[in-house]
């Protein structure tokens, strides 16, 4: 029966890309912390802005060729040398600024040193105001100046007040980016009323503040904007306000219903057996995939990888091999946008870039039985903030799934012409919620060597006030709120390494020809009209900034021309579009500038470089006229034949929201996938050598039984295991 | 624990779409054996192609106000009258035809009478030439002609012969279309090495036959291919051969090898842990769908339908029901075509209709525990051709599936803002294997009102003989075999009636825009860049021809603008493209002029009529040039707002094959699907009303426990029912 997964044996015994513990985290920050490094560090318990302190600290992944070193010969050589890069905030500094570095080689002894790490950047300085905020509670001050001037009107208008107090009936919202360049840190801010589901109870007012700097006696209101009306200051509102020059927004019934935006069922007659438990997958004669948890490798059917997480966007998979050969050196997420549009400050300045945030750091335990089967197996992962290190013992799941159909079967007549295969897969899931949203990410091993990505949201909406003018910015899903609309794109790292490291870039494309032949008869006319495949190889990085063809007439795959099937066909793993294969909609907008340039096509390809490990920066969020990395610089010219590549693949979403949208995104219809998988790669289809398969004999002689060949794997009933009473824990904080 | 599904309750005692029955069946075909008929009817068992034989006999679906009038109050009125739709062919007549005819009432009595059914075709004769063949067997006569005096040639350039024998070692495929429109029949016969997986071994080698009329001593060869030579004779070709001038293909290490085409397990190592079976789904509690088998009803979470099933193109789901309102009165495959591309007579001559083969009479019994799972409850189908009716017990299966996945979930921090709806779906297949393809045809029902409409295939490819000159049409898959390029494209009927049957065509659209607002700062610039939603409704057929936008930039959706949900908006279903949304690459080929042109887009909405009940027929396959059903011609300029509409839905597939689909091809990267979803059609998401959902209370005080509400619904665990032991019985034909 199920239970504890059996033990895998990875590839080497030391997991290259592991997080750093607690422990060796400690001692990075008292090494830091220490007089000889003269940093001036605050403690993260304690710390304000006009602070040094430590934002972040995380592991450094190591080079490849180290990596690859290390992995080819574990025996012979050690592995690769361990660095921690660390984010500090010189809040304290003459002129603030954000700085990474590098510290290592790990463990802390007398060899380690410490150097700033800018290579990977795009821009040497980390301006502070790009910081964003630390908390938002940072803002408080300023707020606590404004809203209690304004409590009055907004007491009368919204049924709410902000004093600054824990019972505040009305609480901030903060749009991003919050600069362009650096130069300024100004956001605008949105009331929501404090209730449950407060991501759709935007009232309709809306505060421009200026907090650039770290003191926040120089911080201040800028405008203040209710119902299409601008005003300069607190007392321009509060007088229009008092003298009735004020145009109200109506009165609206939903003002005082907050049950909508709970989760809590409602209170409804249950449908019909939905009192008894649905179907649950059970692995009668014991779990098929194995998982070492010391080093966070897994293994199932052919497939082996090690796991990272960190804290800019969580999982990530390595060193990805299939039936003994590496297939994807790095699969990590990179960056997840959400672009808003809309008729009020709020919705028309959002353009949210979720790495800033902490998709690692924003991943909570998942919940057994609901977000991942009662049998998967859950994995911790720990990241380490500014307030210290926080461990989640479920931050993965990984489960072995039957998608209840065969992945290849037929009916035929002869021999060996009629069976089937079952189509089983492994999932590796981690989810992340991030503020308002719930990011489902999925990797979905399957037993012919496709990969499927797949990206699932839920969560509340960014909810905006639903008055007439914003028709054509979203929908009314309540009185007197709307989802607004926005487009996901999020962009994903694919280091594939097809027959070696060594790939080249092939596109392929199909069209309608016209052609004559000698036996052409009278009968169809002259000519034919039939489709053609022509097939070339994208030569240059600047050529492979790519969309999918019209009506997906072909597409992109990474290929080894010097690596040939038994056919004599280049090797290849093609990236075929799944679910929801778009783009960003919108081009060349201001607040999306040059930090996201990703967004713009459903793929690119560039040559793999140790300088540019990543797509995007936890800073792009506000920097998007000089961000710190810049995507389009990959695209320098270079050739891309027989080199190391990386595929930069894109999800997304354009997020028309709906009244079924509330109380939460349905995942089953906000998600987008893309698969990776093997295109003449194999010289067959390598899942015929699945043992959970049947293969049917007919009748020797009519009215004969058929006969049938199972290869011995039997279907085992007894009693599984029972399954453990729910629980859940929430994160442990080391501080 | 599972086992028998609880009985359903239809809405109404009689199932209005079902199949005949077997004594249904037999008492028409006596009744038109009668000599009052006047028919002069030849029995199926001795029937030749100059004889009048019944070809077909069906239920003729009712007319849908028949069926609403009774099923709006089934206590009050009886059931619709009974009809069968008849096809002879009239083979002796002096000018063979072929003849559909409605008979009925049902049953056979005094009233019962019988006339011509034209209303629901373009054309008012179907020529006896656009039968194609009965049996391929029927072609015989002139292959045995031909073939022994080519047998020196063919022995020594393909090892084989066809001397009309049991044990030939060539064995002969045709291709279709087999005339343009009704006035000739002809195909391209291609010869294939007679062994398992047949279908990959194709010898390169092509007779173009004219097999026009009834008389086999009519029929002539028209024309040799071979190697790109063309040749006029049997003798030309034996001269070329004996002389020396024929130009052969090279000899091919593969010619003995057929070990690749069979289905069996290639003698590997079997893959870690894989002697172990995977997992399985048990509903422990009991199955959560019901069936009611006399009326093939079904239900399961507030869905209910019914099932029908007919030769041409297998299982229909009709007046599907949720939460108490209808939502589609039909939803039906109509067709499914495969056109290729290729340089020889055959892969550049195919143009498939699937109608044709009959995708129903061609379903053959699934196989427990590999087709379905376990626990799948199967149901059986009954189809009449002219050698009698054949029952499947296996027809259809119905299992509910755990797709592992939340439907819904957030992690907030307020009361009421943590948990998740288990993502449960129902799944209602059938797989159709015509000839070389398996047609995986899957209907999956969601919590939410969503349906996905999933289209699958496996199976052999149509496979090529390789050589140089097909490069661009496909790819080496072995030696001497290719797979050849082609498109599938298949059509779905979906009579969608949206808060009743009077729907409109709404068309959402999103652009870019560049807009200014009072407050815009100088930060940003004085105008912002965004997304803005155009909505239309689009007004005539003519315009109702439909792709989806450029990067899916907004959809199509039917709405009712008379019945708005609670929030003001017309509630509508929207079609939401899933997997592969494709349409057919190729436009204008004679060989598919005008009998498939719903696969130019990817969907079409016209007004329901009753005398346009599908997009094509069985005869379209041999009718490019003149087709029964021309569905252009459903498109004549009337209005559809507040219309009964039909929308026509594509999926598809650009099979562009590789070496991974031999000796089958994956579904997993063959699938194509929609989804029909809710669009304002509800207020609010309503699968927040599931018991299998978790809601979490976050603690009172720091440290202490999560507390969760899991509406009563426990994990059941005991030894759930053994899996019978595997058995395939295989047709059940009734002479
Ligand atoms: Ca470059
Ligand atoms: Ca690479
Ligand atoms: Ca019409
Ligand atoms: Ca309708
Ligand atoms: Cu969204
Ligand atoms: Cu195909």
Redesign the pocket.
Known sequence: ASGLPPHATPPAPVNPWASLTVLETVAIADWLDAPERALNLTPGSRVSIADNFIYHIGAFRPAKADALFYLDDPSAHGPPDRYARVTIHHGAAAEPYVQDYLIGPLPIDGKTGIRELTEVYHRDAIPYNARGYTTLAEINPILTDIMPSLAEATKELFDGVALGLPNDTLVAGAVGPLSFDGTFRRTWINWRRNVPGLWLHPVGFFLYIDMSGTDPREWRLLKIVYNHQVFDSVEEFMTAFHGGSLKRLPKRPDSKDVEWTSRTRPDTTPRDLDHLPGPRAVSFAGLRFRVDRATQYISWMGWGMYLGFDRDMGLSLWDIRFKGERLIYELAPQEAI?QYAGNDPMQSSTAWLDRYFGMGGSVRDMLPGYDCPHEAVFLPATTHGFTGSVTRQRAICIFEHDTGRPITRHMGYSQGEFGAVKGYVLVVRSISTVGN?DYLFDYIFQLDGTIEVKLS?SGY?QGGFWESTQEGYGTAIRDTTMGSL?D?VINFKVDLDIAGPKNSLLFTNTAQEEVSQPWFEDDWGSTVLQQKITRKIIENENDALLRYPQNFQGGYALVNTEALNRWGIARGYAVHPGYSPIYNTVVGSKRLLNNANWARYNLAVSRRKETEPSSSSMWNQNLPGAPMVDFHKFFDGENITQEDLVAWINVG?H?L?QAEDAPN?RTNL?TSSFFLTPLNYFDEDISMDALNAILLAPPERPGDAWTYEDYGVKAVHCVPPAVPPFEYVGVEAYG
Chains 1, 2 share one sequence.
């Open positions: 959400a949203y949201a909406l926005h996901h979403m997020h929201p995104t906000a």
